[in-house]
């Protein structure tokens, strides 16, 4: 079973604002796609068009309240995992954003970090000891842990493999 | 300790006798809805796993309904993977085009949903469904593909919010005014994870029509669902389209609520959301008369038969302002027809407004009025997000299909009750 990394270095791109949408995140007008590559290119289009410019692979997404509110295109998480977005840390989640997220094996991870971080600063997730880090500045902090049930999710690589294990296992 | 309709429902459909908010449970699902952005994806993951054939056709609903007519090739190809996946699938439950409506409006009005069911789509406004009873909600393209090769999926059982409607929504105000005012007073996360649920003697006067407005923008205020007893309207509602049998829940009376609002619908008045925020709702009187470049009314939460008479009804024997644009989305094929039967279409016509087919259009900045830059839309529509109905440089106003009416005809936003009155004295 691929355990869940227990350490993840890269750098902020801060948007300390609650709220931000997956209208924001890719808009509608690319819908009419679902690859991730191609997602990608539009990724945070709408809220800061330079995103797709700065991002390099392994990088955090730092936001406020209730990240990635709004419908529920999984096209969201997509878009951002393909512009090399490896973890975002935002204060809260929309509901369908998180599960989206969990159900794709992807690090949402829930912590009020926006007044300790900017742009470009150099983070670290580190898992194990439960802390988040600005390693450019020095400041940590706690984050609310992964449920049992995510990390299992998580570590089966989404909900699709995870419900296949299971069937495997019953069959 | 009591349990809520929702903790019912899922405890029945995950083998249980009863649930408690925060548990997860796998529940089995009546009804998955499919659409042409969010199933393709789910379609592909399915494959990519060597999964071939979805657990039950017969349990799925298939419309093409966002990007259609075909906006554009790459639409056109989603559309056409829908299509081909659901012959493959032998799902007959398949509205074409020309048959075709917005998912969340038509699986009701066909009569697919009812109460007691669990539904989910991968849409977030599947919220809308809970105003017949079953619990009913949003899941992205991973969720559905579960849901399509397995027919059940986990669910955190959500805490339920209690919302208790009295007395009679005043003249010239509708349900949407009811949504608007309430997440104005709860805001955009007001209530996430919770399911809505809403009674109380104001919930009486309210249509189906009416009641479907206010559970769809559940997740305009964060929610899971929102939910509302299957009374005696609801069930002459669904009787009216299907023979299939339901089981009705109810919550018990010491069900446990994380928190209760009372709100007297007596004291509502028109409320225009105003940019950029489905909470940023203030009753008329209080904004400011701000010219509109377009009107837009349609869409799942607003496109219905008594939405578009509501609009008729003011439109009539006016025309839509010089400088001002006014674009008629009926949400179903059902819908666009009956308006057509009642003349509906021509007073729309002879108004100066456009009247399309059904479609998602420009409710998500897809096509049919999408906004260019600095342009101001005044929309039944659910969200006013940055850039949801075009340049993320335009701005949205929510508001109910009468005041959008009214505000076609003066170009500037305009309290409905101005021509209602006329309308009422015309006819005494
Ligand atoms: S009409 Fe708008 S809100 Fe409703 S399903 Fe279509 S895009 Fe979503």
């Given at each position: 079973m691929p355990e869940l990394p227990t350490n993840l270095k890269g750098f902020a791109h801060v948007y300390d604002r609650a709220h931000i949408n997956t209208d924001e995140i890719i808009?509608?007008?690319?819908?009419?796609v679902h690859e991730e590559a191609e997602l990608a290119k539009y990724a945070m289009e709408d809220i800061d068009v330079d995103f797709v410019k700065r991002v390099k692979p392994g990088d955090f997404v730092i936001a406020g309240d209730n990240f990635g509110c709004g419908s529920s295109r999984e096209h969201a998480i997509w878009a951002l995992r393909g512009a090399g977005i490896k973890v975002i840390v935002a204060k809260s989640y929309s509901r369908i954003f998180f599960r989206n997220a969990i159900n794709n094996g992807f690090l949402a991870i829930e912590a009020d970090f926006c007044d300790n971080v900017k742009n470009g600063d150099e983070v670290e997730l580190d898992l194990t000891a439960g802390k988040f880090r600005n390693l450019s500045s020095g400041k940590e902090a706690s984050f609310v842990p992964v449920s049992d049930f995510a990390r299992e999710l998580i570590e089966d690589g989404g909900l699709l493999p995870h419900i296949q294990k299971k069937a495997a296992k019953a069959a | 300790m009591g349990m809520t309709i929702t903790e019912k429902i899922l405890a029945a459909h995950s083998g249980r006798d009863s649930v408690v908010p925060g548990e997860i449970v796998n529940a089995k699902l009546d009804l998955i809805v499919c659409h042409d952005v969010t199933t393709p994806p789910a379609v592909a993951m399915l494959k990519k796993l060597g999964?071939?054939?979805?657990?039950?056709?017969?349990?799925i609903l298939v419309t093409p309904d966002h990007f259609v007519p075909n906006k554009d090739i790459k639409s056109a190809e989603l559309s056409k993977q829908l299509r081909e996946w659901r012959i493959e699938q032998g799902i007959e439950r398949y509205y074409e085009i020309g048959n075709h409506g917005i998912c969340h409006a038509i699986a009701p009005e066909q009569g697919h949903v009812l109460p007691g069911q669990t539904i989910v789509c991968?849409?977030?406004?599947?919220?809308?469904?809970?105003?017949?009873g079953t619990f009913s909600s949003g899941v992205g393209s991973t969720d559905l593909a579960a849901a399509l090769a397995t027919g059940e999926l986990w669910f955190k059982v959500p805490e339920s919010m209690l919302f208790e409607l009295n007395g009679d929504l005043p003249f010239g105000v509708y349900s949407k005014d009811i949504i608007l005012y309430v997440i104005s007073k709860i805001g955009v996360d007001g209530a996430r994870y919770r399911a809505m649920e809403y009674r109380g003697s104001g919930l009486k006067s309210l249509t189906m029509e009416a009641r479907f407005t206010i559970t769809n923008m559940a997740i305009e205020a964060g929610g899971k669902s929102g939910i509302m007893p299957a009374d005696s309207i609801a069930e002459d509602y669904v009787k009216a389209r299907t023979s299939e049998s339901y089981t009705i829940y109810n919550s018990d009376e010491d069900a446990n609520y994380s928190e209760r609002f009372t709100i007297n619908l007596n004291e509502l008045e028109p409320i225009v959301a105003l940019p950029d925020l489905p909470s940023n709702g203030r009753f008329i009187g209080e904004i400011k008369r701000e010219k509109m470049d377009q009107v837009y009314i349609g869409s799942c939460t607003n496109g219905r038969i008594e939405d578009l008479r509501i609009a008729a009804q003011i439109f009539k024997g006016n025309k839509v302002a010089d400088g001002t644009r006014a674009i008629v989305v009926p949400a179903t094929t059902e819908v666009w027809k009956t308006a057509m039967k009642e003349g509906l279409l021509e007073i729309f016509a002879d108004a100066g407004c456009v009247v399309s087919t059904a479609t998602c259009g420009a409710c998500l900045g897809g096509h049919m009025g999408v906004l260019g830059a600095e342009e101001k839309c005044l929309s039944t529509t659910n969200r006013n997000f940055v850039g949801r109905m075009g340049s993320p440089k335009s701005k949205v106003y929510l508001a109910s299909p009468a005041t959008a009416a009214a505000t076609a005809i003066t170009g500037t936003i305009t309290d409905p009750r101005e021509f209602l009155k006329k309308t009422a004295a015309a006819a005494a």
């Amino acid at each position: 079973m691929p355990e869940l990394p227990t350490n993840l270095k890269g750098f902020a791109h801060v948007y300390d604002r609650a709220h931000i949408n997956t209208d924001e995140i890719i808009p509608a007008r690319y819908l009419n796609v679902h690859e991730e590559a191609e997602l990608a290119k539009y990724a945070m289009e709408d809220i800061d068009v330079d995103f797709v410019k700065r991002v390099k692979p392994g990088d955090f997404v730092i936001a406020g309240d209730n990240f990635g509110c709004g419908s529920s295109r999984e096209h969201a998480i997509w878009a951002l995992r393909g512009a090399g977005i490896k973890v975002i840390v935002a204060k809260s989640y929309s509901r369908i954003f998180f599960r989206n997220a969990i159900n794709n094996g992807f690090l949402a991870i829930e912590a009020d970090f926006c007044d300790n971080v900017k742009n470009g600063d150099e983070v670290e997730l580190d898992l194990t000891a439960g802390k988040f880090r600005n390693l450019s500045s020095g400041k940590e902090a706690s984050f609310v842990p992964v449920s049992d049930f995510a990390r299992e999710l998580i570590e089966d690589g989404g909900l699709l493999p995870h419900i296949q294990k299971k069937a495997a296992k019953a069959a | 300790m009591g349990m809520t309709i929702t903790e019912k429902i899922l405890a029945a459909h995950s083998g249980r006798d009863s649930v408690v908010p925060g548990e997860i449970v796998n529940a089995k699902l009546d009804l998955i809805v499919c659409h042409d952005v969010t199933t393709p994806p789910a379609v592909a993951m399915l494959k990519k796993l060597g999964i071939n054939k979805v657990h039950d056709p017969k349990k799925i609903l298939v419309t093409p309904d966002h990007f259609v007519p075909n906006k554009d090739i790459k639409s056109a190809e989603l559309s056409k993977q829908l299509r081909e996946w659901r012959i493959e699938q032998g799902i007959e439950r398949y509205y074409e085009i020309g048959n075709h409506g917005i998912c969340h409006a038509i699986a009701p009005e066909q009569g697919h949903v009812l109460p007691g069911q669990t539904i989910v789509c991968g849409d977030s406004h599947t919220t809308t469904m809970g105003a017949l009873g079953t619990f009913s909600s949003g899941v992205g393209s991973t969720d559905l593909a579960a849901a399509l090769a397995t027919g059940e999926l986990w669910f955190k059982v959500p805490e339920s919010m209690l919302f208790e409607l009295n007395g009679d929504l005043p003249f010239g105000v509708y349900s949407k005014d009811i949504i608007l005012y309430v997440i104005s007073k709860i805001g955009v996360d007001g209530a996430r994870y919770r399911a809505m649920e809403y009674r109380g003697s104001g919930l009486k006067s309210l249509t189906m029509e009416a009641r479907f407005t206010i559970t769809n923008m559940a997740i305009e205020a964060g929610g899971k669902s929102g939910i509302m007893p299957a009374d005696s309207i609801a069930e002459d509602y669904v009787k009216a389209r299907t023979s299939e049998s339901y089981t009705i829940y109810n919550s018990d009376e010491d069900a446990n609520y994380s928190e209760r609002f009372t709100i007297n619908l007596n004291e509502l008045e028109p409320i225009v959301a105003l940019p950029d925020l489905p909470s940023n709702g203030r009753f008329i009187g209080e904004i400011k008369r701000e010219k509109m470049d377009q009107v837009y009314i349609g869409s799942c939460t607003n496109g219905r038969i008594e939405d578009l008479r509501i609009a008729a009804q003011i439109f009539k024997g006016n025309k839509v302002a010089d400088g001002t644009r006014a674009i008629v989305v009926p949400a179903t094929t059902e819908v666009w027809k009956t308006a057509m039967k009642e003349g509906l279409l021509e007073i729309f016509a002879d108004a100066g407004c456009v009247v399309s087919t059904a479609t998602c259009g420009a409710c998500l900045g897809g096509h049919m009025g999408v906004l260019g830059a600095e342009e101001k839309c005044l929309s039944t529509t659910n969200r006013n997000f940055v850039g949801r109905m075009g340049s993320p440089k335009s701005k949205v106003y929510l508001a109910s299909p009468a005041t959008a009416a009214a505000t076609a005809i003066t170009g500037t936003i305009t309290d409905p009750r101005e021509f209602l009155k006329k309308t009422a004295a015309a006819a005494a």
